[in-house]
């Protein structure tokens, strides 16, 4: 397995890169190779890795740990069938070598065998002097599996061994977080903190599971905390700057963003958030300013567009908001949410047949929201189409078969039509759902002209008996 070396080359390390340079012939140990490789498959150098094994094997034949680090390198290139062959070779040298149990899990879980690779590295557990390393292997195909109660307690194991393998400490959250154990996060966190008090990363875990339970104070005091142990730790800052914003704290939130501009590079985010901040202050002009800036930082980010646009749309400055939200489109037309403002906008302009185009390709993408079927057939039938408006709603009743929104409109469209059969047949089957007409006034309040059609009253009236 690799091991964990510093970035700094060791004396063995800057010997074999010279031996290259000269192409003169050096000896080395075995342990010094073994050293050498891990340096590079740590460093992504995998050719001088290989060169390394090369080299070490010629000196060193019968190195098995050379052997199994050829075996990784093998893995790692995909050359499964021949690490599984090299395995056996070594196996029958040595059976007790938990590393081979390792690669050999490695094997089974790059051909998604991951109870396999499970068992595998239970057996090298039981080898292991290291065994924190397989406990880690293991927790992370547990995660594979979505078991994440077990993968949580090897996590755990891990990080009890060492506080700061933060990869471990995450990856337990995330298992409290996927089994939704929001208080089992927090307990574990103030029993870690209470043995680790400096720990940044575990106080900003801390206060991203308050804020799950809405905890707002007791969030911003974590935040506070992952500050105190880091001042430069500009994931804390804009957490308690999103804080902040939910207090209605707009300008110390803002503050708090422009900290973490000042720390790192500015990103699209925090320009973002500062905007936000600035639009609830009602300060337009710097709302403006940071939501360019945000377009500008990352073109691609949709929630800068949309806020450029929604900032327009809400000034009841359309062709703004359609200038934008166009040149969003333009950038990337598979985006739901741009079609579904692009609707709402040409609603908004009385282009009824840019709308219609919208909500078109806003299906077409997937989004089969209950809005988007009602606005859409309100299109329709505000631009005189009454069977498309009807063929909208009927599609969309596949998706809700008993929603009473659909049900109430489709017959107040089919009475616009004057299909006074069908109207009737679809009032008795939605009278089934609604037995008591609690939901009425969702055909009274659209469909007025028709509170008085005498077979209609008669029909309700009856259900009312009833």
Request: aromatic content about 14%; some cysteine.
């Amino acid at each position: 397995m690799s091991l964990d070396f510093s970035e700094r080359p060791s004396r063995p390390i800057i010997k074999f890169e010279s031996m290259l340079k000269t192409d003169d012939i050096y000896f080395f140990d075995a342990e010094d190779f073994e050293d050498i490789i891990h340096y590079y498959l740590n460093n992504g150098k995998i050719a001088l890795a290989k060169k390394g094994i090369k080299i070490g094997l010629q000196q060193h034949p019968t190195a098995i740990e050379l052997k199994l680090l050829l075996v990784e390198v093998m893995v790692f290139e995909n050359n499964l069938e021949g690490a599984g062959d090299l395995l056996d070779e070594l196996q029958l040298v040595d059976t007790l070598n938990e590393e081979i149990y390792i690669q050999r899990a490695n094997i089974f879980s790059k051909q998604d065998n991951h109870h396999g690779a499970i068992n595998l590295l239970k057996k090298a557990l039981k080898l292991s002097k290291h065994s924190i390393d397989v406990h880690a292997l293991l927790g992370m195909e547990y995660l594979f599996i979505d078991s994440f109660k077990l993968a949580k307690e090897h996590f755990i194991k891990c990080v009890a061994y060492d506080p700061e393998d933060y990869s471990s400490l995450y990856n337990v959250i995330y298992c409290f977080e996927f089994l939704e154990d929001f208080d089992g996060a927090i307990n574990y966190l103030n029993i870690f903190l209470d043995k680790n008090p400096y720990c940044e990363v575990a106080w900003h875990q801390l206060g991203k599971q308050y804020c799950s339970k809405n905890l707002l104070q007791d969030a911003l005091d974590a935040f506070d905390f992952a500050i105190i142990s880091d001042d430069i730790f500009t994931g804390a800052y804009f957490e308690k700057g999103k804080v902040l914003e939910k207090l209605g704290r707009y300008e110390d939130a803002i503050e708090n963003y422009e900290t973490t501009i000042t720390i790192e590079d500015p990103t699209s985010h925090a320009y973002l958030r500062i905007g936000k901040c600035y639009e609830k202050l009602g300060n337009h002009e710097k709302t403006k300013y940071y939501f360019y800036q945000t377009v500008h930082e990352d073109p691609l980010l949709a929630k800068g567009w949309l806020a450029i646009t929604n900032f327009y749309y809400s000034a009841k400055d359309y062709k703004k908001a359609l200038y934008y939200i166009t040149k969003a489109l333009n950038i990337n037309e598979e985006n739901a949410a741009f079609w579904k403002k692009c609707a709402q906008i040409n609603v908004a302009l009385n282009d009824y047949k840019q709308a219609d185009i919208a909500f078109q390709q806003l299906v077409a993408l997937g989004n089969y929201e209950l809005d988007t079927w009602l606005d859409w057939a309100k299109i329709s039938r505000a631009h005189g189409n009454i069977d498309e408006a009807i063929q909208i709603l009927t599609q969309g009743g596949e998706f809700f078969p008993e929603n009473l929104k659909i049900h109430y409109r489709n017959i107040g469209y089919l009475l616009l039509k004057k299909d006074f059969n069908n109207a009737r047949l679809l009032l008795r089957e939605t009278i089934k759902l609604d037995h008591s007409l609690k939901k009425i006034h969702l055909f009274n309040n659209h469909f007025p002209e028709f509170k008085n059609l005498e077979w209609l009253k008669a029909i309700l009236n009856k259900a009312k008996n009833h």
